[in-house]
């Protein structure tokens, strides 16, 4: 699964839909969104990870990609372009140059042709060095961070900020890849309760989870989250495993991420290391209600606050809130992305979200847990995309 043409051509059209008709061309610059609109996403596990290109569209519909030799052969897959300004950086013959001199030397290369053009450019990601070689006159371009039309109509627009807010709405290729990535979750999460027992150590199921997401999905991939034993005494702990040994009456917080060409699942469940207490079980019973009732709210149109206080609400008749964390929180290629279900939250859910419900508790004396699934919203309701099984045994 990648990216597809149809899909970044349609994301272009999206954006051009947006931005001023005055502007012909944007530069832009955040990696995720050059993944975006270009499908071009640079292997974080080869030599070039944290290396990038940048992304030049043109309202006439050409897209170039500018990068250095190498940046372009750490790409995952071929990107949908059609040109490439590429400037050596290293040819096995000679020293290596400043890595981030090579972008802004096929910066250069592009200058005069935006000259006395208007465009905008991703301010908050573009080097000031690559910036300087533009050479284009200030007035020509926007990089201001305001998104709302001045007094006098002429109000700059934020290119970045535009980006993100069409990364809400998925189209069918995002999705498709981010079933991928649920499909390698739920293998992970089978695996825990295959190994799961006393004695073993959190790296041992870090280990044992890793491996069975990426058999499951079938290539490289990153993995990262919550690998913790949640104990009465820490009923809320968070992070990578540590070399801890399970011990019988913990409870296991698997609460992790499979990350494929940058998009992401991202949800959990927390099994008992052996037979769980009464009061273990009566607060998970109050997860699972908690959920039931947030997942009647999930529909277009739904204020992200009105999804948290039908999750929180659960906790609270029963004496334990309110929820002390989001409600959930949208994913896509960040962690956490609008809409942010939280008690203040401005977000309003829209058709093609892609978020997460995830109540949890965490009682001293008692023990830590937390449930999630991910879910696509549609007009009247809602798809769940996650399918591991949820329970404490």
């Not at 030049?56 to 030799?69: H, K, M, V």
């Not at 695996?191 to 006393?198: F, G, P, S």
């Not at 948290?308 to 609270?316: K, L, P, Q, T």
Request: proline residues 6%; charged residues 25%.
């Amino acid at each position: 699964m990648m990216l597809t043409n149809e899909g970044c051509l349609a994301r272009r059209e999206r954006l051009w839909a947006t931005v001023p008709e005055i502007a012909d061309w944007v530069l832009v610059a955040d990696p995720r969104h050059v993944q975006y609109l270009a499908n071009f996403w640079v292997q974080p596990l080869s030599f070039s990870a944290g290396e990038r290109g940048l992304l030049l569209l043109e309202r006439s519909g050409r897209a170039t990609l500018l990068a250095d030799n190498f940046t372009l052969r750490s790409a995952v897959h071929k990107p949908f372009i059609d040109r490439e300004i590429i400037t050596p950086w290293y040819d096995h013959q000679h020293s290596v140059v400043n890595r981030d001199h090579a972008l802004s030397e096929a910066v250069g290369r592009i200058a005069d042709e935006l000259l006395d053009r208007p465009g905008l450019i991703e301010a908050e990601w573009l080097p000031v060095s690559a910036w300087k070689a533009l050479e284009v006159e200030e007035e020509s371009y926007s990089d201001t961070t305001e998104t709302h039309e001045s007094e006098n109509g002429s109000g700059a627009i934020d290119l970045g900020t535009i980006l993100r807010e069409l990364r809400r709405q998925k189209e069918p290729d995002e999705i498709s890849l981010m079933r991928q990535c649920m499909r390698a979750g739920d293998a992970g999460h089978a695996r825990l309760r295959e190994v799961l027992k006393a004695g073993v150590t959190e790296f041992d199921i870090y280990r044992e989870v890793q491996a069975a997401a990426l058999e499951a999905a079938g290539r490289p991939g990153l993995i990262y989250g919550d690998f913790r034993a949640a104990t009465a005494k820490n009923p809320k702990p968070g992070g990578l495993p540590t070399n801890d040994r399970l011990q019988s009456g913990d409870l296991f917080l698997l609460d992790y991420s499979v990350v494929l060409d940058g998009y992401r699942s991202d949800f959990t469940n927390t099994l008992s290391v052996g037979p769980p207490s009464s009061q273990q079980m009566m607060l998970f019973e109050l997860c699972e209600a908690a959920m039931k009732a947030g997942e009647a709210t999930l529909k277009a149109g739904t204020p992200a606050r009105d999804v948290y206080a039908a999750v929180s609400s659960v906790f609270e008749d029963a004496g334990y809130g309110p929820l002390p964390h989001h409600a959930g929180h949208g994913i896509g290629l960040a962690h956490p992305e609008p809409p942010i279900l939280v008690p203040h939250s401005d977000d309003v859910l829209l058709e093609g979200d892609v978020l997460t419900l995830e109540p949890g508790a965490y009682v001293e004396g008692i023990g830590g847990m937390r449930i999630e699934h991910n879910y696509l919203i549609g007009e009247h309701g809602a798809e769940r995309l996650s399918n591991h099984v949820i329970s404490l045994t």
